[in-house]
């Protein structure tokens, strides 16, 4: 087992009711900036509970923060924040409203020149405005995590930074508030948990055996609980454990004392950076080319994987890796997440394999994955195999 | 899923070489009381790594607290941290010399006439000093949460209590520290660990599916590396992960959103004080008796248990429950620790049953179970049966 230091201080609040419960942890007084999105809080019932919440609080809203949120769009919160003396954030929404509120919170008291170094230039991050999250899209773990990920619609870039200046300090998690969610969106939180947690245990034995069976309950969850939950959106038990599974699969537990990949998400940036897929789209379509491509390096996890996730003991090592990944494409197919990016209908998909490999070259990212073999030949053949 | 709220800040430091990091965890001038045990920490070279750690504060130091930690011993500390000026508590040791000094950090901040009602009478703990623990015994969990039990010599209970302001703020988890334990404590440990898994884990089914499996993931972890860790102490990757699976069995996490049962500890928390066994020798004795009493309440989950942790498929449900509680005694007494209360010595055992019934009911401890169904009749049978 690795060394390693593990701190995470954001309060879960779950279940059903809960964000009634928000009052109790934002300072009496304190000004409250209430984040979202594209409004559908507004349908849901969910900005109703959180103004029914905030009722002795004084607080103003910023609305429109995109999927893949962006830079301009916050920079214009961060300036609301300052004009408006704001104290607390509250970020209603899914992972990216949690991301760009991490983003304001962290650029409203940022003291250098320009905020955009933050993640370009990896500017430290000395304090960040308080901030909660109200989860209404269960699948990026955002809302107990120290990281986002910002989108900059002028140079097309899409980075992230992480700081524990950035947890935020409750997270509610009602299942109930993620029922009215399209399908889509569904199935691609699955998705997004479930690379989460292959990031983090799909590299190589480290004598860390807790760490996998850990990792593997997640996978297994998802597994079982996935399919439910997207034919039954009202389930609550199967809701409330998909939401539970991709909280934990990337609030730093499971990547305690082991080696990370990350390679499948910095590849799916950059694509969707390029081509406008969703960012579950991308993982799903790299993923299984990814373990083909590296599938020497990571032997002995799939042939784990295959083994307990999938119950897959018949046939040579290689075959039973080769199911185990067919397993996993099928998985993703099942859930309508597709795992090649033809059935995306992306135009000049054949490009891809070039113009991906550049754009991380252009950003740096030359040796990605556990062993940094992951250079931009690598992530060529990867998407070569994926088109 | 049971509406939860979890909340666990302290910041987990763990690996080789870990105590010199926690000069950068206490604030810079604080007043440090260092606390202690037995004295164990100045033969395996903890103290002297403590000590180099602290070199720029003013700390002093209070040995002597003992395993089961007397409240007469822990109010001489308090005493001290207030006649002192102590700012922060640094707890070195396992589970007593951590639970003593939270008990400390709450006593010395107490504004109620007699600190002992914070255990019998649940007073309010409303500030704490802060604290930090170097962990050398992997046990109790005790580390990362808020729960603390404490003995008193004069009139022979042992109590518990809990508070946020309790946890611990960092927890040094160097697993080298514990490879000179003696082989019964380490035997208590892997024990005390399952133990309160199984608390959190072994009650009824509640539609926490990832849950159940994290729980399982410790409870196989320490079957497979508590004998190899008991075999070859100095094994740092077997020790690790039992000292990983300690932690987290009791930090809070496998306990989100299911029921507990925790009669098991209560009833052995009286054995011990009325007949003086190890904390996880109780333990031992008392949980297998417990379910096959309880067996009809408990159907469910330990046919589960049966047959995902122990590989049992064959025979009726009664024959597999069965053999999956014979193959739990036998894991213990594997690890040498004994589960009847004969294999103990222990001078007139047959008269536990009453004896502890009567302590329990006495601390008004009638209804204990995830059921409330333990009452004493129970108790008596339950021990009956483990003389």
């Not at 991050?125 to 990026?140: F, N």
């Not at 597994?223 to 909280?247: F, H, K, M, N």
Request: with cysteine; hydrophobic share 45%; aromatic share 8%.
């Amino acid at each position: 087992m690795q060394n390693f230091s593990y701190y995470n201080p954001t309060r879960i609040l779950f279940g059903q009711g809960q964000i009634a419960a928000i009052a109790g942890q934002i300072p009496a007084g304190a000004k409250v900036l209430v984040t979202y999105g594209g409004g559908s809080i507004k349908k849901n019932g969910v900005y109703d509970q959180v103004k029914a919440a905030l009722k002795d609080h004084p607080w103003l809203e910023f609305g429109g923060i995109e999927p893949n949120p962006r830079y301009e769009t916050l920079m214009r919160a961060v300036a609301l924040v300052k004009s408006e003396g704001v104290d607390f954030l509250l970020a209603v929404g899914g992972g990216s409203v949690a991301d760009g509120t991490k983003f304001i919170a962290a650029a409203a008291r940022f003291d250098g020149a320009e905020p955009w170094d933050i993640l370009a230039k990896h500017a430290e991050v000395k304090s960040a405005v308080p901030l909660g999250v109200v989860l209404t899209l269960p699948a990026t773990g955002s809302e107990s995590n120290t990281f986002a990920v910002i989108s900059r619609e002028s140079t097309g870039d899409k980075l992230a930074f992480g700081s524990e200046h950035c947890y935020p300090q409750f997270a509610v998690l009602d299942p109930q508030t993620t029922f009215s969610l399209p399908p889509r969106q569904v199935a691609n939180g699955i998705v997004d948990a479930f690379v989460h947690t292959m990031e983090q245990y799909m590299t190589y034995p480290a004598e860390a055996p807790l760490q996998d069976r850990l990792a593997e309950s997640i996978l297994k969850t998802l597994i079982e609980v996935g399919p439910q939950t997207l034919a039954s959106p009202q389930d609550y038990a199967a809701r409330a454990s998909q939401v539970w599974s991709a909280t934990l699969a990337l609030n730093g537990l499971i990547a305690c004392g082991v080696p990370q990949d990350w390679a499948t998400h910095m590849i799916g940036h950059e694509i969707t950076a390029e081509f406008g897929l969703d960012h579950a789209q991308t993982l799903a379509v790299v993923l299984p080319g990814l373990w083909r491509n590296r599938r020497v390096e990571k032997h002995a996890k799939l042939l784990q994987y295959a083994e307990r996730i999938w119950g897959i003991h018949d046939g040579s090592e290689e075959e039973r890796i080769e199911k185990a990944i067919v397993a996993t494409e099928a998985f993703f197919e099942s859930l309508g997440v597709h795992t090649h990016l033809g059935l995306y209908g992306v135009k000049d998909a054949a490009l891809a394999p070039q113009k991906i490999a550049a754009r991380l070259e252009a950003h740096g990212f030359t040796k990605l994955g556990e062993h940094g073999s992951v250079m931009p030949a690598v992530v060529r053949e990867i998407l070569a195999s994926r088109l």
